[in-house]
């Protein structure tokens, strides 16, 4: 019902602000490998603000200048970690990708947090589909193909790390602290500019889709109507972006990295599980408009996926929390 859509739109919103939180730390911290002035207390709430107050500009402009940032940065990340993966792959060491020791339950659980947030997100393309030409054929394409991309690089960038870089675990950026090994500092420098590249263009993506979420609860009733204001000259909704702005920003230098990261993958969770609740209920519902897609195996990914979160919840949430805190 309506209450459900409330909730579940605040937390789809949280999710996003938090990402954004999650990666603009991340940012500084590969940012200080060529400066390290840059995660001095100074340094970073300048740095911060000065990335939101661009990237709120940016997006204010309209979904088309935001859209064509979001696209360089995106091919912009690409080569780099392809080179990471193409030289790093001839120094791997295939003894260091056997496990030594069996994880404890709680570490498997922190990996499998960290897993989520890393490839989670894909579901963002939907959001500002109403300003989208021909969304029914592009976004299942455009996602469909971000994933057959993505999902491949991520797990050899992830052997390349393991396979070269003993001490993983304890690296702010793995990246960076792998490349440095195989390929010298010249070679960190590089993959240290992509990583840039990536987490900007991420933090781009995030501030055109979180904005829109405020925009369509206002619409709908669930949020404050100022919410749904649209800019005279560029038509996109400047006070949500506004706001989300300001939010991004206070919970940037409110917090550290892994504290952002159980935040929004733990809110992406909770809206995960509603989503997959709700398939069920609105098979049975004869008033519910008919499915335009539907996956093999639907109802038995529904009920794996519910499971998952639930232990996830159960043996991470808690704790994660409690750290944050």
Known sequence: GPLLGFQVGWLLWLTRVTAFAALCNLLLEYLAHLWPAATTPAWRVGLATGIVALMVA???????????????????????????????????????????????????????????FAFTGFETATVPAGEVRDPRRTLPFAILTALAVIVP?????QVVCIGTLPELADSNRPLADAAQRFAGSAGAAVIVVGALVS??????????????????????????????????????????????????????????????VAISTLTRLLTYAATCAAVPVLRRRPDAPPALFRAPGGMLTVAVALVVIAWLFASVGVRELRDVG
């Not at 690089?153 to 960038?157: A, I, P, R």
């Not at 000259?233 to 940037?252: D, E, K, N, S």
């Open 58 to 116: 940016v997006n204010i402009r309209g979904v088309r200048p935001a859209a064509i940032v979001t696209n360089v940065f995106t091919i912009g990340k690409l080569v780099p970690l392809l080179l990471f993966v193409a030289v790093g792959l001839w120094f791997v060491e295939p003894a260091r990708l056997v496990p030594q020791a069996t994880p404890t339950v709680a570490d498997f659980s922190a990996g499998m947090l960290l897993l989520v």
């Open 199 to 260: 987490i900007t263009g991420t933090l781009n993506g995030q501030v055109l889709a979180a904005p829109r979420l405020l925009f369509a609860m206002a619409e709908h009733g669930q949020a404050p109507a100022v919410l749904g204001r649209t800019h005279r000259r560029h038509h996109t909704p400047h006070v949500a972006i506004a706001l989300t702005g300001v939010a991004m920003l206070v919970l940037t230098l409110s917090g550290s990295f892994m504290a952002a």
């Open 153 to 157: 690089v991520y797990l050899l960038v």
